[in-house]
């Protein structure tokens, strides 16, 4: 899991659950502040004591199934996968899902952003057809919700684009990448990262696309 995909999972997980909190559930969202804080510094071992304080108290106050309570459980997955223990790190991702889905709804944004973060598990895992299926329907589910000329959804499109190039289909992978360069250069600006490695990521597939001089053109190049 890439260190940008960790970062974005964190500021989502504290922006959401500090959004809005009151005096009430204050004391379980800043151990899951600190908790998801100690993370980045890479103690996990720390964070996964806060974030289990975090999420007890939590269930206390809001109970087991608001929509809140599927932060800390993302939280517990970046950190179970940062102790490399990934069986812990699917669970808490689906447990989240499985909460987000019957508080919000099937086509709720922060369901389609839980979709991203288990896709990007499953990439991490070498399961393409899993990761392809998830970020797949968390990009409709993006669309759906921010419109399809959001920055996220030109992140949704090369996320999509590496799982297909991954796949060798090429051609899908370029028309991806091509779409959130359209998408994220507007936004961020030519020389911001992202937009580099889009141009990057597009320029190594061109290179597997379009075959040699003197070779046969009409060959297949990899898309199914």
């Known amino acids: ?11 989502a997980a504290v922006m959401t659950v500090v959004t809005g909190c009151t005096s009430d559930d204050r004391d379980w969202i ?9 993370m980045e510094s890479n103690d996990f071992e720390g964070a996964e004591e806060l974030a289990l304080k975090s999420l007890e108290l939590a269930e ?12 800390v459980h993302n939280t517990l997955a970046m950190i179970s996968y940062g102790k490399k223990n ?3 790190t699917e669970a808490h991702h689906r447990r989240a ?24 598990f499953f990439l991490s895992q070498k399961k393409l057809d899993d990761a392809v299926e998830l970020h797949e329907r968390a990009h409709g589910i993006l669309v759906t919700s921010i419109g399809d000329q959001h920055p996220d959804i030109g992140r949704s499109l090369n ?6 190039a991954a796949q060798n289909r090429f051609r899908e ?8 360069l359209a998408i994220l250069e507007p936004a961020l600006g030519v020389d911001d990262p992202e937009v580099k490695m889009v141009i990057e990521n597009l320029t190594a597939l061109y290179s597997d696309i379009v075959p040699p001089e003197g070779t046969d053109a009409s060959a297949p190049t990899g898309t199914p």
């Open 60 to 71: 206390q106050d809001i109970g087991a199934e608001h929509a809140d309570i599927a932060h």
């Open 159 to 164: 996320n999509l684009a590496r799982l297909y």
């Open 86 to 88: 990934y069986e812990e």
């Open 97 to 120: 899902l499985s909460i987000q889905e019957l508080a919000l709804g099937k086509e709720s944004l922060e369901v389609g952003r839980t979709l991203t973060y288990l896709g990007d």
């Open 30 to 38: 800043t151990l899951q502040t600190e908790a998801s804080t100690l």
């Open 173 to 180: 992978a370029a028309d991806h990448h091509t779409q959130a």
């Open 1 to 11: 899991m890439s260190h940008f995909i960790f970062r974005t999972c964190l500021l």
